[in-house]
């Protein structure tokens, strides 16, 4: 029996399991993320168990993170908010436990494969995954490939128009205050209205604004990657009342400019949740692990 490894590693919790694909995935574990030491040993722990029929282990991760192989620092996340966690090398100890392939990518990135190799954006070439929760980010796959550059994208962090005067909320982004994620993730949500996106009402004022900021971020994805897809995840967009809002937005703030097909009508089909819901990370390290390309 050949077994791949994926681990969807957050700021809360290491999402584990083994598995050959979305209708397999076994012993699926969930691992708190405490000191690296203690997570990453229960990690290697849960791995062992099935060492034998273990072929390769996909990562997908929260960033941000070194993914140039000839780096020094390969593997590593070189800041982070979350104490403890800067400097930490995730692949190490994973490559040290068991010599076989392992992947790393980006949460993101890892979860625009999951979608385009079993979700919503099969079949697609050149899509964006974006990720609305405790931050923003955004992962793309250019061509049938995850798109690097010199790092990996960070489409939360792109600025958007902020007026100040219909909107005095500074936002919450630690290095930019009113970038996209300062002013739209969950936590600049709830820092602005004072309650969590979770109990925020359906008709709070609030969910046109961010339906707009949001719309105003992909406007700028749309411009430069023209993708044929966007896929919106993450906590945030549980709210489901905001996708025909944001596809309203995009159409209005667009002005008709980009004439491609898939940008007529009311975009029903073109900014969509994920297919494989809050599976998109996890199952997008298990194809990572399985070398899987989303055109197959
Ligand atoms: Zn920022």
Redesign the pocket.
Known sequence: MELYGAIEAGGTKFLCAVGTGPGDLRAVVRIPTTTPEETLGRVVAFFRGFRSELRAIGVGAFGPLDLNPNSPAFGTIPTTPKPGWSGVNLLKPLQEAFRIPIRLETDVNAAALGEGCWGAAQGLETFVYLTVGTGIGGGAIVHGRLLHGALHPEM??IRIPHDRERDPFPGV?P??GD?L??LASGPALEARWGQSPESLPEDHPGWELEAEYLALGLIDILCVLVPERIILGGGVMQNRSLFPRIRWWVKELLKGYLPAPVLRGDLDDYIVPPALGDQAGLLGALALAMDKAPLG
Do not use: A, P, S, T
Request: hydrophobic share 10%.
């Open positions: 939360g962090h982004c290095f930019h970038c994620e300062g």
